[in-house]
């Protein structure tokens, strides 16, 4: 059985092997720490002269790494966590992400972003947060979202080697313990994927009637998304599918919008804070396409900050018993 994680870190060791212009940077990266969450393990001891350990300035560890991607590189930034991605906005968005656009497409920045996410460690408010909505929408910066279906270490590969802008790769931390599933060997569920730059999986339990609603979920939400699913047909006989995104911006909705034009409701997970987030941004853009006869809701994070108490983060963070109430609502 491989984890996420493993999956991850074996990636890395793939990509620095297939091209000596990937170096990987970043906070305490070196061995025997090999970062926070270990997906640099080794990294340093098999190429010690590509992986660079920076001070604590995540505005100077872009930075250098955009002058490096400019100059011909492919550097890999580790974000110890996501929560740290405000002290690197202004390098992003205001250079990685634009300088293609500002040198009339004489530069690219083959640049990849890579930190961990979320809740549900007890880590507080300051490192458990779900920033990604707050750079979706930029202009010239892909955000891909890493999930355990499939192969998640193939996805960043893919990102480090054959993208020419910069990616933003999310990483929920409750998904590096999970073991990678591949497509045919999740239980009584259907997975298909459906052809895209980036993954997109269609999920829905074996031999199913007619679904009566869709969920719209990415990273570790898609997770909890499948269990309700499951307990939605075995405990309330009320039949899901579900859409599983791993590109969050720019948005290909094509396959959402095939699978709600069936069910015309819909239902999007994640762990942002609710207000203006992805949820909203693809439910007015299903909208805009389907039409006033979509009936949809959103589930995510109540809008404040999170606790480090075990018990008021469970309240704060969606979870597998909210998914149900809001399908049963949505298909009342």
């Not at 002290?87 to 250079?95: G, P």
């Not at 409750?174 to 999740?186: E, K, R």
Request: aromatic share 6%; glycine share 8%.
């Amino acid at each position: 059985m491989t984890t996420v994680l493993e999956s991850l870190n074996r990636s890395l060791h793939t990509c620095m092997k297939t091209s000596d212009k990937v170096y990987f940077i970043g906070e305490d990266v070196l061995d025997p720490y090999g970062g926070a969450f270990k997906i640099a393990r080794g990294l340093s001891t098999a190429f010690p002269e590509r992986v660079i350990t920076t001070p604590i300035s995540e505005a100077g560890i872009v930075g250098a790494a955009t002058g490096m991607a400019i100059r011909g590189l492919r550097p890999i930034v580790e974000i110890m966590f996501g929560d740290f991605l405000t002290l690197a906005a202004d390098q992003i968005i205001n250079y990685a992400a634009k300088l293609r656009w500002m040198s009339d497409d004489r530069v690219r920045v083959p640049l990849v972003v890579r930190t961990p996410m979320g809740g549900g460690r007890g880590y507080g408010p300051t490192h458990s947060q779900s920033l990604e909505k707050h750079f979706l929408g930029t202009p010239g910066l892909r955000i891909i979202a890493a999930t355990a279906l499939d192969d998640p270490g193939k996805l960043l590969q893919k990102v480090v080697l054959d993208e020419n802008d910069p990616v933003l790769f999310i990483e929920h931390k409750l998904l590096y313990g999970l073991p990678v599933q591949p497509l045919n060997s999740i239980p009584e569920f259907e997975v298909r994927r459906v052809k895209a730059d980036y993954p997109v999986y269609h999920l829905a339990i074996n031999d199913a009637p007619q679904p009566r609603l869709t969920l719209a979920a990415y990273g570790y939400m898609a997770e909890l998304a499948r269990k309700a699913v499951q307990r939605l047909a075995y405990e309330h006989e009320v039949f899901a599918e579900m859409i599983v995104f791993t590109q969050l911006s720019p948005f290909n909705l094509a396959p959402l919008i095939d699978s709600v034009i069936r069910t015309k409701r819909l239902l999007t997970v994640e762990e942002g804070t609710l207000t203006h987030g992805w949820g909203a941004e693809i439910l007015a853009k299903t909208l805009e396409t389907i039409g006033p006869s979509l009936q949809a809701r959103r589930l995510a994070a109540l809008d404040m900050p999170i606790a480090a108490s075990g018990p008021l983060e469970d309240t704060i963070l969606p979870n597998i018993d909210a998914i149900i109430r809001s399908c049963l609502q949505l298909a009342s």
